[in-house]
């Protein structure tokens, strides 16, 4: 399995992927528009994977992280969103 995570922003975004069973880091951070020439940028990234091995997970932000969201259900992409509330609370709980 690989795990795609993805930080919204306004107007760009980041990813990286890894391989969940080692958590080798495939590909480091990279930035990406927000916009259908950003969104095909980031599916270049791992075309090369099985499409059924992938599970992108994504902030939750309200309206700025719609647009790819539609467009990767669309493709049929696994995507789980992330509330930031709850991942800023366990950052602070791990200190």
Do not use: W
């Amino acid at each position: 399995m690989y795990l795609v995570g993805i930080d919204i922003g306004k107007l760009k975004h980041s990813f990286c992927l890894l391989e969940k069973e080692t958590g080798e880091i495939l590909v480091e951070p990279v930035f990406f528009e927000n916009n259908r020439d950003g969104f095909n940028a980031l599916l270049s990234s791992f075309k090369h994977l099985p499409q059924k091995d992938i599970l992108i997970g994504m902030e939750d932000t309200g309206h700025y992280n719609l647009a790819l969201l539609k467009f990767l259900l669309d493709r049929n992409y696994q995507v789980a969103l992330i509330n930031p509330v709850a991942t800023n609370l366990t950052r602070k709980m791990q200190g």
